[in-house]
């Protein structure tokens, strides 16, 4: 049995709804033939699938980063605009093959609108110039009768669209990036640009591009960047066919979040800063099947029981990570999976709809108490990650938020067990109202109507609580959502 303690008035932090944001890339079918299709019967007038958009909104995204990914750093904006017969077609130097241009800036805007998700875009500091990028905020911010602005209305868009978030570039570090730099020369680009964004929209929030979150770049880039940007990126891609691997090795982000928040805290003090730039985990997901081509990654229930322990993490450290973008999110390494005529949902879908649906306001400590298993001794990942120096980790991996008023909660919880696990949730205060819902998502290992793709299994049941306490039997390999009502907490 595991027990898990909260105490309502033992905060965490302010849960920001951007941690179930997404991330789309013009890579393989995730833009073209995956949310995006002309003359598709499935496609409204915009040439948006709808059966996509359905699976999308049911997840709530908060937020959309776009249009990469290693994509974005020769991607250059104004390609994609303007009528789109006259678009060009360019080489894609990332992923190889050619882009279109038919999905540009105002059709990513326009669906971002229809999801009710903001837009983050992230600029091309590859082949792109500050002017370019200057151009870019121009087009979609400014509302002065100036040339970007204009073409713009000319576009049919009068209002400006107001996008908050740009990063500066993509995994800049790497040789894999068009125009990869060394950390100095990034800081020094960086600090050029970000003084000149803040010229054109003094209110743009600035990412910088950070590494892993423990590396020598983070440092420096941390360092040379915190006073000019709001936020610093992270990404983290797990993943192996070793099940204990592939469930646990998710938790290299605590480490990656505890370690960059210090970091982070450290420039703030020497920098003189009023608050340290916070964290956002702008690519993160189980990927390491298929690493080439258009990356169509075909999950299994343990993935989906990893991308519930990724999320777990971002609540719990939810004072310091305020975004985090799933990649991807259709075809590539995605949770929806597109044919000419359906969609399908892998297991990865479940978790990232259960956190997004039930979480709540404020995250609340969770003491847990019950088996714990080591961190695989063997490290059979295919990234280059260790965990193996971190856990010991709870079999059962919690995460819990309360509204402002403390009167419902909501509670997430992963049994990497490969046993049934009675789980038992105490209140230190106050006592529960009512029945508790329990969603709880296994495995059942049946292909789907989609080659390759397995379903899962969704149960919604109800079960009494009595006082301060609620009784939940976790099934094998399980994750699941408990949502209950409060009183006196
Ligand atoms: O999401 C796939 C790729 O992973 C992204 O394009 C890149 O930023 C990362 O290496
Ligand atoms: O107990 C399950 C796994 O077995 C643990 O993760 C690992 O330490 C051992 O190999």
């Known amino acids: 049995m595991t027990t898990l303690t909260i105490d309502p008035r033992r905060v965490l932090g302010d849960l920001d709804r951007r941690v179930f944001g997404g991330f789309v890339e013009h890579l393989g079918r995730c833009i073209y033939g ?58 894609d130097l990332a992923w ?60 049919g868009h009068g209002a400006p669209y107001g996008v908050p978030w740009w990063g500066l570039g993509n995994e800049i570090y790497g040789p894999w990036q068009v125009g990869a730099l060394s950390a100095e020369e990034y800081v020094a680009e960086a600090t050029r640009w970000a003084r000149a964004i803040r010229m054109i929209d003094p209110g743009a929030k600035l990412v910088s591009c950070g590494e892993l979150g423990w590396t020598d770049w983070d440092a420096k880039v941390i360092d040379g960047l915190a006073s000019l940007v709001d936020l610093h990126s992270l990404h983290l891609y797990t993943g192996s066919e070793d099940y204990w691997t592939n469930v646990l090795t998710p938790h290299a982000a605590e480490r990656a979040i505890t370690t960059t928040a210090a970091m982070l805290q450290r420039a703030a003090y020497n920098h003189g800063l009023e608050q340290p ?10 990927w390491f099947r298929n690493m080439t081509g258009a990356l169509e990654e075909r999950y299994v229930f343990a993935d989906a029981l990893a991308v519930g322990t990724y999320l777990n993490i971002f609540v719990r450290h939810c004072a310091w990570v305020k975004m985090a973008n799933l990649a991807q999110m259709v075809n590539a390494i995605a949770p929806i999976v597109t044919t000419p005529d359906k969609a399908v949902v892998q297991p990865t879908y479940y978790p990232f709809l259960l956190h997004s649906q039930g979480h709540l306001d404020l995250a609340v400590d ?5 088996p714990t298993v080591g961190a695989p001794g063997e490290y059979l990942s295919r990234w280059p990650y260790r965990v193996d120096d971190l856990g010991p980790f709870n079999l059962v991996d919690a995460a819990a938020t309360l509204d402002q008023a403390r009167r419902r909660l909501a509670v997430t919880l992963v049994n990497r067990s490969e046993e049934p696990e009675r789980a038992e949730v105490v209140l230190r205060r106050g006592s529960f109202a009512g029945t508790a819902r329990v969603r709880c998502v296994t495995g059942t290992g049946r292909p789907s109507a989609v080659d390759g793709v397995e379903e899962a299994d969704l149960d ?30």
């Open 34 to 91: 995956g949310l995006y299709e002309e003359g598709s019967p499935l496609s409204d007038g915009r040439g948006f699938r709808t059966d996509v958009l359905d699976l999308l909104k049911e997840l709530r995204l908060s937020v959309l980063r776009w249009p990469g990914g290693n994509f974005v750093s020769n991607y250059h904006w104004q390609d994609g605009i303007g009528p789109k017969g006259s678009r060009p077609i360019r080489p």
């Open 96 to 155: 190889g093959g050619t882009e279109p241009n038919r999905f540009g800036s105002d059709e990513f805007i326009e669906y971002c609108a229809e999801l009710g998700a903001e837009p983050y875009f992230c600029l091309n500091m590859g082949s792109g110039s500050l002017e370019e990028a200057l151009a870019w905020v121009e087009y979609c911010n400014d509302n002065r009768g100036t040339y970007w602005a204009d073409r713009r209305r000319q576009g």
């Open 277 to 286: 730039p916070r964290i956002v985990y702008d690519e993160w997901n189980v």
């Open 366 to 370: 969770v003491f847990v108490e019950g």
């Open 460 to 489: 919604d049941a109800t079960v009494s609580t009595r006082d301060a306490q609620v009784v939940v039997e976790l099934p094998a390999r399980s994750f699941t959502l408990v949502e209950a009502g409060l009183q006196g907490a």
